[in-house]
């Protein structure tokens, strides 16, 4: 079950509560620009809006939220009995709703582009793949979860639905050999059908590639490179449609360590996680790198920023 404390239940039925409603209803009229991240200080998920300059939590012990299409519900995964478990919210009724029972690491949820359906990354088999399944699913784990990646010792990890619900991007530890680990070689990003199919590789950086997220028209994927030579975590944007392996990527923006990639529903932004006087806060800048705006100034790490919808 997910263990709150007494401010993480407070964040759920009443802090900020009246404040927090109007804020989402009024950008229910108003254009909105709006994420949400995690402070992992306090391992609280925070909505912020970027335009009125406004934060309020929305939820404690969770992590790695992603907002449904319609920007009405969160997916996220908490902590609890020495595992972690997926959980949906409704941003008004403030009710987690547990959606993975198993004895297993579940995380990274991201959502389809009809919001029936969730894919994920799970340890259930013993080694981490990628799984799918309903959201409204209440049977057993085995019954709504579908294993989608091979059943073996490779690594799986950061799935991300594209918006035409066509592919699902993600990081794997797999066709890959390293100089650092010969056991499991480096990540790189792939796509593949819903179902599983048609697996295709799309880099082939020999540092570690992470969390892709994908642009709004769903032809191009942001992503965390890392650049051996220069010793950086650099963003990256690539064109799916690149016959060439690891041949249509540009540089985006590159600091010391950036990470966790965003785009914005139109397409015009990109949010992400970069690290500044020792930890790391959360900046937003054109879709070109340029504008850059950091939107967090605290004293401990803001990570896994998303637009809501």
């Known amino acids: 079950m997910l263990r709150l404390s007494v401010v993480g239940a407070a964040a759920l039925t009443c802090v900020s509560m009246a404040v ?11 254009p909105r620009r709006q994420i949400t991240y995690v402070n992992a200080g306090d391992a609280v998920i925070y909505l912020m809006d970027v335009d009125r300059n406004i934060t309020l939590p929305l939820i404690a012990n969770g992590y790695n939220p992603t907002w449904s299409p319609d920007g009405q519900r969160l997916a996220f995964y908490a902590y609890g009995d020495s595992k972690r478990d997926i959980y949906i919210m409704d941003i008004f009724a403030r009710k ?28 259930d088999d013993g080694a981490f793949g990628i799984f799918v399944m309903p959201v409204d699913c209440t049977a057993a784990f085995d019954e709504c979860a579908t294993r989608i990646t091979p059943k073996n010792t490779d690594w799986y990890a950061a799935p991300a639905w ?55 028209d769903s032809r191009s994927l942001v992503y965390a490179a890392q650049n051996i030579q220069h010793g950086l975590m650099e963003l990256m944007i690539m064109d799916v449609d690149c016959e060439i392996i690891g041949g249509c990527q540009r540089l985006l923006f590159s600091d010391v360590v950036d990470l966790m990639p965003s785009w914005s529903a139109n397409g ?9 006087d020792g930890n790391f806060e959360i900046f937003v800048m054109d879709s070109a790198g340029e504008g850059i705006q950091q939107l967090t100034f605290n004293h401990t790490d803001e990570i896994s920023p998303r637009w809501r919808p």
């Open 20 to 30: 927090t409603l109007s804020l989402i209803l009024l950008s229910s009229l108003l």
């Open 268 to 276: 015009r932004e990109v949010v992400f996680v970069d690290a500044q």
């Open 162 to 216: 594209s918006p035409d619900g066509q592919f699902i991007a993600f990081a794997a530890v797999r066709d890959t050999t390293s100089s650092f680990d010969t056991t499991l070689g480096n990540s790189n990003i792939y796509i593949m059908r819903p179902d599983g199919s048609r697996t295709r590789r799309l880099t082939t950086n020999l540092g570690e590639d992470y969390t892709p997220a994908w642009s709004p």
């Open 96 to 123: 987690p709703h547990q959606i993975t029972h198993n004895q297993a690491n579940n995380g990274d949820p991201a959502w389809s582009a009809d919001g029936r359906q969730i894919v994920f990354a799970s340890d």
